[in-house]
């Protein structure tokens, strides 16, 4: 393995940071698009969405 130069880790770092906050943007997107599409999915369906029971209920659903 050869040392590379100050100059050429800075860019190595500099263009990974950059490449990590645009996979985070992406992650953050698909999350967005995939609760919209659950949403229309629901909706289409006429569903609700599950609520976990309510303990002071007994655990009945309304």
């Known amino acids: 393995m050869t040392l590379s130069p100050p100059d050429n880790l800075a860019r190595e770092n500099a263009y990974l940071r950059l490449r990590n906050g645009q996979l985070q943007d992406d992650v953050t997107a698909l999350k967005a698009e995939v609760e919209r599409l659950r949403q229309i999915v629901e909706r ?17 659903q309304p």
Do not use: A, I, M
């Open 44 to 60: 289409l369906h006429g569903r609700t969405p599950l609520k976990p029971p309510n303990p002071l209920s007994g655990g009945q």
